[in-house]
């Protein structure tokens, strides 16, 4: 397992590697929904579930925090935490997360920070047009920091179960 360690400049430094099954994911800082202003390592010792999707409010997304949400006691159950992210702003992210119910925080990436680190911003044809992206995906992060899991090119039909399936075998 490589662990990694922060330069002067953590964007930079981010942006320089993509995260891999096995390795130790840096510490990093996020603004999320709920005034939460939060790291990584506040969460150690937790199952930390990431699910990275494109726009608040828009069909498949919002299927699939609705996903989310109502299994949301069987992950909390088994001492997992989840995180949603985007790019969209935080007002946008209340407003989603109010009117869907959502038990769980919304991450505010609009700087890229994280798409980045987890390498999810990609080109996509949208009407025959080609426009930067986030391509649907999760990753889990068991209680020691380690990436275990990850889902691209999510299909919202289906995953959460698979996520919690996974959770599952690593809450043993």
Known sequence: MA????????????????MKIGEVVPDFAFNATNNVQGHLKDYKGQIIILYFYPKDATPGCTTEGQDFRDAY???????AVI???????????????????FPFELISDSDETLCQMFD?????SIYGKQVRGIERSTFIIDTQGILTHEWR????????????????SLAG
């Open 3 to 18: 662990k990694r360690s922060f330069a002067n400049n953590e964007k930079e430094y981010l942006r320089r590697w993509f």
């Open 73 to 79: 006691s069987q992950f909390k159950d088994l001492n």
């Open 83 to 101: 995180f949603g992210i985007s790019r969209d702003s935080l007002k946008s992210h209340e407003q989603f997360k109010s009117k869907q119910n």
């Open 120 to 124: 999810v911003i990609k080109m996509k």
């Open 153 to 168: 090119k999510v299909a919202v039909k289906g995953h959460v179960e698979e996520v919690l399936n996974a959770v599952r």
